[in-house]
């Protein structure tokens, strides 16, 4: 993630790698290998190289778990097939999303996270994010858009650890978001009790 950040950025600023090996005072090749992804920078070089390409890296203050933090838990959980524990990680998202404050929601949803395995859960992580955000009126990050393989049909989350539980969807109810990812979840659903 990081190696494409570096060169999206190089390259949005019509940069060479070897414009940015110059400034890091080392060889262009050196340097392809940290934009490869080949090798991982220590932090110090990492900003350099960000400041090179014509970035800036910013930081905040927070308790909250990123989304990418989340899909990680929620990703565990679903192959424990721990589907409540699941929807509580998912539903804590959408919670920390509408309660940060406006700059923090938009950091916490920055990094893309790890593809889920489940292509519903990663369809639906994705509709949340732009939902909490969308309703908030902040920016979507770019991951977002192309984060799960389209699913064919509507599905419905499963979140029951041992019942086969299915409800019918009031789809009148169903945020914009999840319905064109054909995630059948209701706005009810997504707020915390």
């Not at 949005?12 to 060889?27: E, V």
């Not at 899909?71 to 959980?77: C, F, L, S, V």
């Not at 959408?94 to 990094?111: H, I, Y």
């Not at 969807?169 to 064109?180: C, I, S």
């Amino acid at each position: 993630m990081f190696a494409d950040t570096l060169k999206r950025m190089r390259e949005s600023n019509g940069l060479r790698q070897s414009d940015i090996a110059k400034k890091l005072n080392t060889s262009q090749s050196a340097y392809s290998y940290i934009e490869s992804g080949t090798r991982v920078p220590g932090v110090d070089l990492a900003f350099r190289a960000l400041r090179g390409a014509g970035g800036q890296v910013a930081f905040f203050p927070t308790r909250r778990l990123t989304v990418a933090q989340r899909a990680e838990a929620i990703g565990d959980a679903l192959e424990e097939g721990r589907f409540s524990v699941a929807y509580r990680a998912f539903i804590q998202v959408a919670d920390d999303l509408m309660n940060a404050e406006p700059a923090e929601a938009v950091g916490l949803s920055l990094t893309e996270p790890e593809l889920l395995a489940r292509s519903e859960w990663a369809n639906a992580l994705a509709a949340l994010v732009e939902y909490s955000l969308h309703k908030r009126t902040l920016p979507v990050p770019q991951w977002t858009a192309n984060y799960g393989a389209p699913l064919e049909r509507p599905v419905a989350l499963e979140f029951s650890d041992s019942l086969d539980i299915s409800f019918p969807v009031d789809l009148q109810l169903v945020p914009p978001e999840f319905a064109k990812r054909n995630v059948l979840l209701e706005e009810p659903e997504i707020v915390s009790a």
